[in-house]
């Protein structure tokens, strides 16, 4: 990860992230948007990086949601929705 990168999550409160990532998943459960979903791994990718997140519950969450979520992306690439 790069230093520019490591700054912007040094600034952001994990709680955000969290925040964030809790309403996306909710906003894709109403409607399958595939950006959204890319969205959801875009912070998952955050939290699971962030400075704050030394906890082994989250970053094993982390890893279970991106394998998750990845699949979810396959599906909709195969589904032409991307």
């Known amino acids: ?7 912007t999550l040094a600034l952001e409160k ?8 809790l309403f996306l998943m909710t906003r894709y459960s109403m409607k ?4 959204v979903c890319k969205a959801i791994l875009e912070q ?4 699971e990086n962030h400075p704050d997140s030394t906890d082994p519950n989250i ?3 982390c890893k279970c949601l991106v394998n998750h979520w990845n699949g979810v992306s396959s599906i909709n690439q ?5």
């Open 1 to 7: 990860m790069n230093y520019k990168k490591n700054m």
């Open 14 to 21: 994990i709680e955000t992230i969290i925040s964030s990532l």
């Open 32 to 35: 399958r948007d595939p950006f």
């Open 44 to 47: 998952l990718d955050l939290l």
């Open 59 to 61: 970053l094993s969450t």
């Open 78 to 82: 195969k589904a032409g929705q991307t």
